[in-house]
């Protein structure tokens, strides 16, 4: 039984009657620091979760009025990520987890004309883009309680992840070209969370950070062509990385 109740606050982890109280003011290991926030309980331990994030987004050349350099630009591209996950609170507001993911983007673009202050230009025409990926992941969460009825608060995810894409592009014909990348990565993702009801939370968080190992192979006719290992640190702000998530708790 979980009750959200302010006035049942304890310093303890359940009340008299052993009912879980969420929003009590979570005491840290070393009560000898200054606390410059208070932490309050918002995932108890031994709850389950069991959730999905989703992102959307659509991409059309009518939005590109910056890109000041191509004329007679025609284009449009969508992606499309779903990511079921689970997760268990070994301890108050600390839960680990695995996560499955799945993205796809699609582009084409009729015609494109590349001019660089008439030095330089290039035409293009009938270019489409796929891409299918598929990741395994497990994380490691950590919560933090902002008020004292146990609704909102911020999290902050680290993600050990493997990631296998199928890239395609094809100019005017259909080729059997494509590229295969698997990709191994250590990411940082925080979040904020929020409880509409006690059992029910949403969340939104986003990509901050990245460390990964790539190889890529091109194919084509069933053939390798060339291969590439490289290594990749980034640290950027990416509205391709926020996901939007529902979750329950059990």
């Not at 993600?159 to 990565?185: E, N, V």
């Amino acid at each position: 039984m979980i009750a959200a109740s302010a006035s049942a606050l304890s310093a303890q982890s359940k009340d008299e009657s052993g009912t879980i109280v969420l929003g009590k003011e979570i005491m840290p290991k070393d009560t000898t620091r200054e606390n410059r926030f208070k932490n309050h309980l918002i995932v108890p331990k031994g709850s389950w979760q069991c959730g999905i994030s989703v992102m959307y987004a659509d991409f059309s050349s009518d939005n590109t009025e910056y890109m000041l350099m191509l004329q007679g630009l025609n284009a449009n591209a969508s992606m499309l990520r779903l990511a079921p996950e689970a997760a268990y609170a070994y301890s108050d507001n600390h839960a680990v987890g695995a996560k499955f993911q799945y993205t796809n983007m699609n582009g084409m673009m009729d015609s494109m004309t590349a001019d660089l202050l008439g030095n330089f230009s290039m035409t293009l025409e009938e270019v489409s883009a796929a891409s299918r990926a598929m990741s395994a992941s497990v994380f490691h969460r950590t919560y933090v309680g902002l008020d004292n009825h146990g609704r909102v608060g911020l999290f902050w995810d680290y993600i050990l992840g493997l990631t296998r894409t199928r890239t395609q592009f094809a100019m005017a014909a259909p080729s059997d070209a494509f590229s295969l990348t698997q990709k191994i990565h250590l990411g940082f993702a925080p979040g904020i969370v929020y409880f509409p009801m006690n059992n029910v939370s949403v969340q939104a968080s986003i990509s901050l950070a990245d460390v990964s190992y790539s190889n890529v192979k091109a194919y084509e006719e069933g053939n390798v062509l060339g291969e590439r290992q490289a290594w990749k640190a980034m640290a950027s702000l990416n509205l391709l990385g926020l996901s939007f998530g529902l979750t329950v708790h059990l």
